[in-house]
């Protein structure tokens, strides 16, 4: 069962993560892209299923680093 924690800290990583999620989302999607699609709904969901701050965290950096290798020049 998912418990959802209200701490200020994971309030904050899901709205700085799902925000960055979203364009990584729209920037895979106009660029037809299926690296920067995948990871941006990553990137956006996750959050709700994560209740461990430093999980939460550091799967967050993890996806944006792997997203910086996988983005187009």
Known sequence: ???VNFDPYN???GII???LGFGAFSYG???ELWQPIAIGLCLMTYPYLVSNLWLLWG???GLLVLLWFYHDE
Do not use: D, E, Y
């Open 11 to 13: 309030i904050l990583a």
């Open 29 to 31: 999607r106009k660029l």
């Open 17 to 19: 993560f799902g925000t």
């Open 1 to 3: 069962m998912l418990s």
């Open 59 to 61: 799967i967050g950096v």
